[in-house]
């Protein structure tokens, strides 16, 4: 078991360097930081001089590896556009962030899962076509189409909620429903597929030959050999609720991390824009390594697997 810990904490480690390294290349590749800080009718001087000063003059190896340094040091830079630390502003953002992510998270899960497996429960029938219906309404509709569609209804044809801003727990109610429609959807049908492939296995069919109860083979038998899959889809979810945030927040006007990453990217801030990225990288990939773990705990076959 520890082998198995170890070996996905250096392929965490890894996959995060790899990101970082992407995002490190790209960013400097797709503009001029000194170009739109300062704007293009700037003198050339005042442009080298702003190069000079945040160390843009420099080869990009140099760069990269100063800030691979940084990083293991605690220091995630400093914005070019409010000169403050780079954490710091990312951080504020955070529990606004959470305000929706949070509830999101706990809607789909609530919802999701259940709808499914009743689904499941009832193949082929008027609520097993519902719940597909909806599932794959709700997972093929983008979720800026969906936000903007939720303000055209609930904001400008009913006028019953707000359609921006954070003011109070109202104005996080049409952002939460954006962002969780769609992982409402895809949890259902995972839910769903799940739940039939087990019931169609040979130990359910003996523990109801046994005489349990259909509660209680459903219970005891499907549901825990059903998660596992479930319990990857959930995962990955997890780790990309910041990420799910960038379209939202932007189209609710919420103050958290998502929109400070549209914004950071508009005006190549670059320490923030890594910063951020960095923490979704870390997000996604200590989700996965939880899921991992979960295997081992769900699955006797895995921890036998890793005994070995």
């Known amino acids: 078991m520890i082998r198995f810990v170890l070996s ?8 995060i360097l790899a990101v970082v390294t992407f995002a490190f290349v790209v960013l400097r590749m797709s503009g001029d930081p000194a170009q739109v800080m300062l704007g293009p009718d700037v003198p050339q001087d005042a442009v080298d001089a702003f190069r000079k000063a945040w160390g843009l003059d420099q080869p990009m190896w140099i760069q990269y590896l100063a800030y691979i340094k940084s ?24 529990p606004a962030t959470l305000q929706l992510t949070i509830p999101a998270l706990l809607l789909k899960l609530v919802i999701g899962i259940p709808a499914g497996v009743f689904a499941a429960l009832h193949r ?17 509709i983008p979720s800026f189409v969906m936000g903007l569609l939720l303000v055209l209804v609930f904001s ?3 006028g019953v909620l707000p359609s921006g801003g954070q003011d109070s727990w109202m104005h996080g109610i049409l952002p939460t429903i954006a962002m969780s429609l ?8 995972f ?36 998660a596992v899959p479930i319990v990857t889809i959930v995962g990955f979810m997890v780790g990309s609720l910041i990420a799910g945030a960038v379209v939202v927040e932007s189209i609710f006007s919420w103050p958290g991390i998502g929109r400070l990453l549209v914004v950071s990217v508009a005006n190549r801030d670059l320490a923030v824009v890594q910063c951020i990225l960095l923490i979704i ?5 200590v989700s996965n390594l939880i899921v991992d773990l979960l295997y081992g705990w769900l699955d006797p076959r895995l921890r036998a697997q890793t005994a070995h």
């Open 191 to 226: 839910a769903r597929s799940a739940m039939i492939e087990v019931m169609g296995q040979p130990y359910i069919r003996t523990a109801s030959a046994k005489g349990l109860k259909w509660p209680e083979v459903v219970w005891r038998h499907a549901l825990p050999n059903a």
């Open 182 to 189: 769609g992982g409402i959807g895809i949890l259902a049908r």
């Open 71 to 94: 990083i293991f040091t605690g220091d995630f830079g400093v914005s070019m556009r409010d000169k403050a630390s780079a954490l710091h502003l990312v951080l504020e953002r955070v």
């Open 8 to 15: 996905r904490l250096l392929r965490a480690a890894v996959t």
């Open 156 to 158: 400008v044809m009913l």
């Open 281 to 285: 990288a870390a997000a996604m990939v």
């Open 124 to 140: 082929q029938s008027v609520i097993d076509r519902g719940v597909i219906f909806l599932a794959i309404l709700g997972f093929t």
